[in-house]
């Protein structure tokens, strides 16, 4: 089965930037998109089709795509941001399901 | 405001059966693609379901094939799970989500957990 692989854990101070990357074979032809979830609380989109920020999303947050890696960046990242992150594709199987990334938890401090 | 609310979930035994609902308002139901994720208890997020706005599509992942049923009345604005046969891998908070586009699930629901347990 198709999978997409995140670093566990990315640290940074305040005013950093943070990047989490996310690998699968399929990515040079498939959209990523990325989900924040903060403890106890549903996802939230924060990145989709590999770089579009939904509304109300700030412009700390960032996505790209080259080959078979994706990163998400959080350019000067504040305490709020501490989340666990995923990201989401599809394989290039005619599947028309996806599959979630296995999580990054990121701990600003 | 778009608002989703679960409801169904409880605590069942292996085997058994639940139907979870997501009521949804705030916006023209009818329009939209949805789709079931669920979380089980500190893991990951999973993708379970989908289903098309006019309900010409339904697709399932793997892991429930053949046991769950996705379903929508787009007059009563709801979207339903029917989990048949459950196993205690199916443990997990499921998420009702609304499909903005593609496969950006741009709002979600709170949850609604099921425990699968003897």
């Known amino acids: 089965s198709y999978e997409l692989t995140q670093p566990p854990s990315v640290s940074v101070s305040p005013g950093q930037t943070a990047r989490i990357t996310c690998s699968g074979d399929a990515l040079p032809k498939k959209y990523v998109y990325w989900y924040q979830q903060k403890s106890g609380q549903a996802p939230v989109l924060v990145i989709y089709?590999?770089?579009k920020r939904p509304s109300g999303i700030p412009e700390r947050f960032s996505g790209s795509s080259s080959g078979t890696m994706a990163t998400l960046s959080i350019s000067g990242a504040q305490v709020d941001d501490e989340a666990d992150y995923y990201c989401y594709s599809t394989d290039s199987s005619g599947n028309h399901g996806g599959v979630f990334g296995t999580g990054t938890k990121v701990t600003v401090l | 405001e778009v608002q989703l609310v679960e409801s169904g979930g409880g605590l069942v035994k292996p085997g058994g059966s639940l139907r979870l609902s997501c009521a949804a308002s705030?916006?023209?139901?009818?329009?939209?693609?949805m789709v079931w994720v669920r979380q089980a208890p500190g893991k990951g997020l999973e993708w379970v379901s989908s289903?098309?706005?006019?309900?010409?599509?339904?697709y399932y992942a793997d892991s429930v094939k053949g046991r769950f049923t996705i379903s929508r009345d787009n007059a009563k604005n709801s979207l339903y799970l029917q989990v048949n046969s459950l196993r205690a891998e199916d443990t997990a908070v499921y998420y009702c989500?609304?499909?903005?586009?593609?496969?950006?699930?741009?709002?979600w629901g709170q949850g609604t957990l099921v425990t699968v347990s003897s």
């Open positions: 989500a609304r499909i903005y586009s593609s496969h950006a699930f741009d709002y």
């Open positions: 089709e590999d770089s």
């Open positions: 289903i098309s706005n006019a309900i010409n599509y339904m």
């Open positions: 705030g916006f023209t139901f009818s329009t939209y693609s």
